[in-house]
């Protein structure tokens, strides 16, 4: 980890050593507005390994990767060498997942290809798969919330949260683009792939590694975020309970987009002939479908129920502190998994439990516990964050 504290924000590493001393003090009692209830951690992990069996009888499951998301049909890729394809792939992974925030109830999206309707992350990844097939995400830096609005097939029936937000994060990556022919060579986000692949020694490439990478090349494109010492600090909040003696005083790093976007650069790095090692030095995902999960199970138990109906900012202690102990409960819930799946730690890494696994299981019992499905507050967010 990097010796300049604030730069030492920017990795999984750090990720989890926050998440669980959330964790750890919410267990103390001494995180407002939360009690942890331990004990209910195995119906959560009974719950997860009924799903993960369920969707992969034979235990045979991918990583969580954006890939599982276009269920329309595998993009189109040039044909080519290894490095043409895997760049090819980067770009709509990347655009995928930076366009990949809660859709909000309702929204839907006809693939014009295949007829078939989708909805939330699926329907965000073919959307976005069929606009960047058409050339609609060529020109970022001057990308209009109305294109995507009329790739997105919104309209006054079919709203989507947080299009300008969304719009204005994919101007932000273009310009980031050209200013870093660095790290995008070519002028395009696939680039990425090509600043990696340097980074690789002997062929192998850690997995936190990715994150570091995408943390630096990534963070100034946030709006409204933190910047510290000159450091864009993305997807990392504050909370009261987290102390510390020098700069990153209550500060609580997550970078979930970040991560997914790792995870599901895996894939396209391994095709490409680059082993990708450490896996599981990245951490699981602070995001609705994870946290709901822990709280539609009675794991974490608002000491406010009246809380439930009130809106909350990403940036509120309530949610930062939700989205930290998601990430810790994960790493606990993993073992518990394992155990009733028969299946050991190098077999069944957290990203395949993600994937398996805890991420379809919280979609399952919220749409059990409320109309659409969705998450268990009411968040305001701009469409960047979840």
Not at 34 to 42: I, P, Q
Request: overall charge negative.
């Amino acid at each position: 980890m990097p010796t300049d504290p604030i730069r030492g924000l920017l990795s999984a590493a750090a990720v989890r050593e926050r998440a669980h001393e959330m964790l750890g003090l919410a267990l103390d009692g001494k995180v407002d507005g939360w009690r942890v209830d331990l004990a209910r951690l195995a119906d959560a992990a009974d719950l997860t390994a009924a799903v993960t069996r369920e969707n992969y009888p034979d235990l045979i499951i991918p990583f969580h990767a954006r890939a599982r998301h276009f269920v329309a049909g595998p993009p189109r890729l040039p044909e080519g060498d290894a490095a043409a394809r895997a760049r090819a792939a980067f770009d709509l992974v990347i655009l995928s997942v930076l366009l990949d925030a809660g859709t909000g109830p309702g929204w839907r999206f006809t693939d014009p290809v295949t007829g078939g309707t989708y909805t939330r992350s699926e329907g965000l990844a073919v959307a976005s798969q069929r606009m960047a097939e058409a050339g609609a995400l060529n020109n970022l830096p001057t990308l209009e919330a109305g294109t995507l609005a009329a790739g997105f097939q919104v309209g006054e029936d079919n709203p989507l949260l947080g299009l300008e937000g969304r719009a204005g994060l994919l101007r932000r990556l273009g310009a980031q683009v050209l200013a870093r022919p660095d790290l995008f060579p070519g002028g395009r986000p696939g680039g990425l792939y090509d600043a990696l692949a340097a980074r690789a020694a002997n062929g192998t490439l850690p997995a936190p590694a990715i994150l570091e990478l995408l943390l630096e090349a990534l963070g100034p494109i946030w709006a409204d975020r933190l910047r510290i010492d000159g450091v864009d600090l993305g997807d990392c909040w504050r909370h009261p309970a987290i102390r510390r003696d020098d700069m990153t005083d209550s500060l609580v790093p997550l970078h979930k987009l970040s991560q997914w976007l790792s995870y599901s650069l895996i894939e396209p790095l391994e095709e490409s002939g680059i082993t990708v090692t450490d896996v599981d030095g990245l951490t699981g995902l602070a995001e609705y479908r994870n946290g709901g999960l822990f709280v539609d199970t009675g794991v974490l138990v608002l000491t406010d129920p009246a809380d439930i109906a009130r809106e909350h900012h990403v940036s509120g202690p309530l949610i930062v502190a939700w989205r930290a102990m998601t990430v810790a409960l994960l790493d606990r819930m993993a073992p518990l998994v394992r155990e009733r799946l028969g299946v050991d730690e190098a077999s069944f890494p957290l990203a395949r439990m993600l994937e398996g696994g805890s991420w379809a299981a919280g979609r399952r019992i919220a749409a059990e516990k409320r109309p659409g499905g969705g998450p268990p507050f009411n968040i305001i967010s701009d469409g960047t964050v979840f």
